[in-house]
């Protein structure tokens, strides 16, 4: 800071707000305040709550100063005291409010709180989220008067859905006689926080006007409570409507696309950015290196990701799970490398993404040694996700002992993960007594797991051993376990087809039947035998086949094949992991038909191209 700027603050003391902003250093602070100090000014309580407040609000990194100047004045403004409140609900150590609260309290002369004081105060108590707390506030907002002030009634509903308080919610809405457009907005996305997005939509609907921001929190509603499809259309609604989505709008719409497999609706929403020119910000680079990444489109993510020019650890972190979910588990290695010599710190989730990168390829020895650098190198304690990834891998490898002597050995109590890591790679070697204690396990822990009973059934089936398949089944009966139903999704032209295992309503099942015998009859005279072992029934042979052909990805698939312009990818998400037989037909599919398919399933993407995998059989 130039010696101009100090005599310009000590001759003109009350511009002196104008020479602090949010790139004024701790050390230019400090002589500001030693001119101010000299010649007096700030002697006038007034003139110190004003720096006081530029300092605070300016820079959050100079909070600490700014709660010591205060500290020197003996009889603080409410205004200095509610700024301190205010910087102080926005930082890292909300609860320290309730100090300068106290202040006010215990202040001579007496001061009071006012409405300004009680909105800074929620904004703490949700971020703090202490129920206990956040109900001394509200008794303190109805003690003084202040439940009719607007600012506090939206901001006490926002305390409440921090919460997970969703009746509350209601009550403070139900109790405002006239609710602003404000109002309206934090109780829609109270309800969707709290997961009633229906009730979030019925009160959406019924907003007699709704500003950009009521639009964009319904929009964010139904992205966080996975209502991908409803989120889609409201977007396009918004277009209708000329409402302009802001950053944060953009990147649930991202999200959305991601859930999806969205890939034509991703790249719309990429051009309505680019062409309404919104703010590229590290979180929504981030957000659209995820889409392209999870859509299978990896070659887009990384040309997107290379020509980022902010990035930061959850960006490096997207792009090493996408390539690792896409089978590129050599690539997301080498890019954590490139990673730590950017100087970037990997996170927990980054080390996941790691280890899921180790695993699709199979490189064992090498996991286990990112798995134990992470508490040497980076003082990381390895969490469940960690530990379950761990378990895959030495699974994956066939190393069986291996992978449950790392679930014996865990510091914690074994999850669910775990246990279904070593049941799948039972299933996959073929291991019996193991695969019925993991399965033992995994029901104690989660009772209506209907995947533990299904692999274990698996692992009956593949050894025609019917009497056990007929035990385990009746056991999920008595239990009350279902099966979740296959679900595949598949985009056309802009719009997202769902298809479930034998399901027949869509408009063009006549035509998508056709095309599933078409595909039938080509297989067989391409050599193909279905393989019938992971059918759960103990019935004929035909009619197993039967049962494997209405799979929700080969009908989706049919579909694709009688939609989609030849030359043009057939891309599907399922919910489920994909089995042995969809597996093995895709891979003729793209051969026969000359076809690329991209499958993401559960756990990864399957690319099918001339017959071949990805995977390479191995996932």
Known sequence: MSSCSLRSAAKHPLPFTSLLDSATTLKEVKQIHTKLVVNGS??????????????????????????????????????????????????????????????????????????????????????????????????????????????????????????????????????????????????????????????????????????????????????????????????????????????????????????????????????????????????????????????????????????????????????IGGLAMNGAGEKSLELFSLMKQAGVRPNEVTFVSVLRGCCVVGLVEEGREHFDSMRRE??????????????????????????????????????????????????????????????????????????AYVLLSNIYAESKNWDRVINVRQIMKAKGVKKLPGCSVIEVDGEVHEFFAGDETHPRYNEIEVMLGEISRRLKLAGYVANTNPVMYDIEEEEKEDTLCKHSEKVAIAFGLISLKEGVPIRIVKNLRVCWDCHDVTKMISKVFNREIIVRDRNRFHHFKDGKCSCKGYW
């Not at 996975?226 to 609604?237: D, I, M, P, Q, Y």
């Not at 246990?419 to 033992?440: D, F, H, P, Q, V």
């Open 42 to 319: 700030l002697n006038d309580p007034h003139l110190l709550g004003q720096f006081v407040a530029a300092i605070a609000l300016y820079n959050p990194s100079n909070l600490t100063y700014s709660a010591q100047v205060l500290h020197q004045c003996r009889n603080p403004t409410l205004f200095a005291l509610n700024t301190l409140i205010r910087a102080y609900s926005r930082s890292p150590t909300p609860h320290q409010c309730f100090l300068f609260y106290k202040q006010i309290q215990h202040s001579t002369p007496h001061l009071s709180p006012d409405n300004y004081t009680f909105n800074f105060l929620v904004r703490a108590c949700a971020q703090i989220l202490s129920p206990g707390t956040a109900l001394l506030v509200h008794a303190s907002v109805l003690r003084r008067g202040f439940h009719n002030d607007p600012h506090v009634q939206s901001g006490l509903i926002f305390m409440y859905a921090e919460l997970g308080c969703l009746g509350y919610c209601q009550k403070v809405f139900d109790g405002i006689h006239e609710p602003d457009v404000v109002c309206q907005t934090a109780m829609i996305s109270a309800c969707a926080k709290c997961g009633d997005v229906d009730l979030a939509r019925k009160m959406f609907d019924e907003m007699p006007e709704r500003d950009p921001i009521a639009w964009n929190a319904m929009l964010a509603g139904y992205a966080q409570c996975g209502k991908s499809r409803e989120a889609l259309h409201l977007f396009h609604l918004m277009q209708i409507h000329d409402v302009k989505l802001n950053e944060v709008s953009m990147v649930s719409v991202l999200s959305a696309c991601t859930h999806l497999g969205a890939l034509d609706q991703g790249r719309w929403a990429h051009v309505y950015i680019e062409r309404n020119r919104l703010k590229m910000t590290v979180t929504l680079g981030t957000a659209l290196v995820d889409m392209y990444s999870k859509c299978g489109n990896m070659n887009k993510a990384m040309d997107f990701f290379w020509g980022m020019k902010e990035r930061n650890v959850y960006t490096w972190t997207s792009v």
């Open 378 to 451: 980076y003082g990381i304690e390895p969490w469940l996700e960690h530990y379950g990834c761990l378990v895959d891998l030495y699974g994956r490898a066939g190393r069986l002992d291996e992978a449950l002597d790392v679930i014996n050995k865990m510091p914690m109590k074994p999850h669910a993960g775990a246990w279904g890591a070593l049941l799948n790679a039972c299933r996959m070697y073929k291991n019996t007594e193991m695969g019925e204690l993991a399965s033992r396990k995994l029901v104690e822990l989660e009772t209506k797991n209907h995947g």
